[in-house]
């Protein structure tokens, strides 16, 4: 069946030491999007892409950043984990037409764990 | 600013009891859609529903229905016979309109969500 696929689907990594969360799809969608849910917590976006075109959201911390290769993957690097940033992070995708009015595919997420 | 608030932190059931649980939103946009989505303990979210601003007519799919009332910003959600396999958290969201690089795309805001248990 065609889904988003998150590995792995739990990590765990030591204070400062980067970490690279991957993503993929085969819905063949335009955008992607990733989100970090804390324990107890609403997800909350951190960026998309549309294509290749990157997207910030204004707060999310410059310790994150990510990478789409192609249309297919993307990647979510944290450059200095911190032990606030443990979470489970979730990668969305959508169809480029329609705007806010397509509804979200979600892969099953990565818990991060920081040491 | 857009919100949404989902005021019942959790729920608990014993199965076949009718469960409604509340959504209430704020947005200064006139067109914007609305969500539900059910986050089951594997992790992912699963979409349910999408109601746009302009559609107030409710919806049944099932033992599902899915109450808007623009006039008091209101999403209700109604499990009818709830089983035991509709414990999950589920998520009210709002999407609205944005843009960037020239492309538009939609904003989800969550609310908090509400943690459904349905008991034997």
């Known amino acids: 069946d065609a889904m988003v696929i998150q590995n792995p689907r739990y990590q765990v990594t030591q204070f400062g030491k980067p970490v690279t969360l991957s993503c993929s799809q085969t819905?063949?969608?335009?955008?992607m999007y990733w989100y970090q849910q804390k324990s107890s917590q609403a997800p909350k976006l951190l960026f998309h892409?549309?294509?290749?075109?990157?997207?910030n959201e204004a707060d999310t911390p410059d310790n994150f950043q990510s990478r789409r290769p192609n249309t297919s993957f993307c990647f979510l690097d944290i450059r200095s984990p911190g032990l606030g940033d443990a979470a489970m992070y979730l990668c969305?995708?959508?169809?480029?037409?329609?705007?806010?009015?397509?509804?979200?595919?979600f892969g099953p997420g990565t818990r991060l764990t920081v040491l | 600013a857009q919100k949404v608030t989902q005021a019942q932190t959790e729920i608990s059931v014993v199965e076949k009891e009718d469960v409604t649980l509340d959504c209430v939103y704020e947005?200064?946009?006139?067109?914007?859609?609305l969500f539900w989505y059910k986050q089951p303990p594997s992790g992912e979210l699963v979409f349910l529903i999408r109601?746009?601003?302009?559609?107030?007519q409710n919806e049944i799919s099932g033992r599902y229905s899915w109450n808007f009332q623009k006039s008091t910003s209101s999403f209700n959600f109604t499990i009818t016979a709830s089983q035991v396999v509709d414990s999950a958290v589920y998520f009210c969201?709002?999407?609205?309109?944005?843009?960037?690089?020239?492309?538009?795309?939609?904003?989800?805001?969550f609310g908090q969500g509400t943690i459904l248990t349905v008991h034997p």
């Open positions: 969305a995708t959508s169809r480029d037409k329609g705007g806010a009015y397509n509804e979200q595919f």
């Open positions: 819905l063949n969608h335009n955008v």
């Open positions: 892409y549309y294509d290749k075109d990157f997207n």
């Open positions: 947005t200064r946009d006139t067109t914007y859609y």
């Open positions: 109601r746009n601003s302009f559609d107030e």
């Open positions: 969201a709002l999407s609205e309109p944005r843009l960037a690089g020239g492309t538009s795309y939609g904003k989800l805001t």
